[in-house]
């Protein structure tokens, strides 16, 4: 018995000693096995890294390889007019401004519309951006027919013009500046001299409607005494015609005088924030910069509208009517060449009755940059005029007018 028992034992210790030496040999085989894993990993990670480093020098200075098809649309016209020496009527005739206005605007929306190349495609250039916006905005086409005239579809006509509004719309505070000291004022009253004795002139009030598609929501709103769907518009010129102050979006149906009010513009005046120096005394009467505004408007010491007219004015005042009309002219003329540069304002703008506010801006900015740089527009001007009602006399404001007919006459 002893004897057997001895032997079992032995037995148990044999198989003991021969499983633990299997699971040692089974646990250092592992860890071997995830050793050269990992120097594996490490090896191909070195390998991939090297391959694009010498991938990158490899293609450096080289265009790289489309690996997606675009394509290709042709936009010769164009390229040749870029690199060619075509006179400044071609460029008027195709953009509304010659060629150095073309590459000022160029300069100061590039920071916003330029795009990088990538593996993909070609980015289009600063310049072809550029032209897009100013086709669009002086012919009024649709996205697809600026498309086809440079070379690209409807989606990326659609993109490219919506960074060009952008650009310029964030540019507005730039280009659309009210003076504000003494020395400004005076150099625009200085202008106004030249243009009528109305004394004490900063700048000319007015409306004008922009036509737009019957918006879904609230389109009464917006259909204007004309008998049709507009947005107004209203703007403050300078002698020179370059637009002071902009203010968009306002329902076609709103009367002049409430678009005033709801104008910053407004706030500012009158808080006294603007047009509060240099005033000039007349008779003891101390007149603040002026506005020149039509019979729409309310009668204010720093907005001066005409006398009604009801056939029984003095001579005086008809005097007076006629001189303010001399000077309020260059606000009429301001919308016309506006709107005769940049046909879009001129027809139905077929746009999200959203983003119509943002165009009408910009091409206000246009405007101002195209006076900024001496380029004159030869187009026909359109005729501004609008039907304008008669609101309260303010006692104030009629001693200012009246110190000023006493003045003129």
Same mark, same amino acid.
């Given at each position: ?7 079992q ?39 991939? #890294? ?5 991938t #990158? ?35 008027k ?14 300069t ?58 952008? +650009?310029l ?14 020395a ?9 001299r ?7 002139v ?10 737009i598609? +019957? ?41 002049d ?7 910053n ?13 240099p ?45 303010l ?28 009755t ?40 303010e006692? #104030? #404001? ?12």
């Amino acid at each position: 018995m002893l004897e057997n028992y001895a032997d079992q034992r032995e037995v148990v210790l044999l198989f003991s000693l021969l499983f633990f030496t299997l699971l040692q040999r089974a646990r250092r085989s592992r860890v071997i096995f995830l050793q050269r894993l990992i120097t594996r990993r490490a090896q191909r990670r070195r390998q991939a #890294a090297l391959l694009r480093v010498f991938t #990158a020098f490899a293609l450096q200075g080289r265009r790289p390889r489309r690996i997606a098809w675009v394509l290709p649309r042709p936009q010769y016209w164009f390229d040749n007019l870029l690199n060619s020496n075509a006179l400044n009527m071609w460029w008027k005739e195709n953009f509304r401004v010659t060629r150095e206005t073309f590459h000022f605007i160029c300069t100061a929306v590039a920071p916003v519309i330029r795009r990088q190349d990538t593996i993909l495609r070609a980015a289009i250039p600063v310049e072809t951006r550029t032209a897009i916006g100013l086709w669009r905005l002086a012919t009024g086409d649709s996205y697809r027919s600026c498309g086809l005239m440079f070379g690209i579809v409807k989606s990326t006509a659609i993109g490219v013009c919506k960074d060009f509004i952008q +650009a310029l719309c964030q540019l507005k505070d730039q280009f659309i500046k009210f003076p504000t000291c003494p020395a400004q004022v005076r150099e625009k009253i200085q202008d106004f001299r030249e243009k009528s004795t109305f004394p004490n002139v900063v700048g000319a009030l007015d409306g004008t409607h922009i036509p737009i598609r +019957a918006p879904k929501e609230n389109y009464e709103d917006y259909f204007n005494r004309k008998h049709y769907y507009s947005f107004i518009v209203q703007g403050i010129v300078d002698a020179s015609g370059t637009y002071l102050s902009v203010s968009t979006g306002f329902p076609g149906s709103m009367h002049d005088a409430r678009v005033l009010r709801l104008s910053n513009f407004w706030s500012l005046a009158e808080e006294n924030r603007i047009l509060n120096m240099p005033c000039m005394d007349i008779n003891g009467t101390q007149i603040r910069p002026l506005i020149l505004g039509d019979s729409a408007y309310p009668l204010k010491s720093w907005l001066m509208r005409p006398f009604q007219d009801n056939g029984a004015l003095t001579a005086a005042r008809r005097h007076f009517n006629k001189e303010l009309s001399k000077a309020r002219i260059v606000v009429e003329h301001g919308f016309g060449q506006t709107k005769a540069r940049w046909r879009c304002l001129d027809k139905r703008i077929d746009e999200d009755t959203m983003k119509i506010p943002y165009t009408v801006t910009v091409c206000c900015v246009l405007h101002n940059i195209c006076i900024l740089m001496n380029d004159d527009f030869d187009g026909h001007v359109l005729n501004n005029h609008v039907v304008h009602y008669v609101g309260d006399d303010e006692l #104030a #404001a009629n001693d200012v007018r009246q110190a000023i007919v006493d003045y003129l006459f």
